[in-house]
């Protein structure tokens, strides 16, 4: 298995401070997801990151191969929705 990071990028700059009902939906079905992946060993790690300018979101996970990674973030309900992902190859990760 490979890590992998995704980057999962607002709608909009100010997400984090005026997200909708809808979205609020959208966003507990998406860690719902992520947690379920958490689990089973394959994210390592996720979460929104608050940077001055905007939110976004990343998730440090295992596939197989960028084929698998890109899976893995297509399912992803926030992907589904409409939020635009990202799937970077990571050439290694230090964990405990």
Do not use: C, N
């Not at 997200?19 to 994210?43: C, F, N, P, S």
């Not at 790690?45 to 197989?64: D, R, T």
């Not at 799937?87 to 290694?92: E, G, K, L, R, T």
């Amino acid at each position: 298995m490979k890590p992998f990071l995704l980057k999962l990028f607002a709608p909009r700059p100010t997400f984090h401070l005026d997200i909708t009902e809808d979205e609020m939906a959208v966003m507990r079905v998406h860690g719902q997801y992520w947690r379920e992946l958490l689990d089973k060993g394959i994210a390592v790690v996720f979460g929104p990151v608050l940077e001055p300018k905007e939110s976004w979101g990343v998730a440090i996970f295992y596939a197989e191969d960028q084929a698998a990674a890109e899976a893995i973030a297509a399912e992803d309900p926030a992907s589904k929705a409409g939020i635009r992902e990202e799937v970077y190859p990571m050439a290694s990760v230090v964990h405990t």
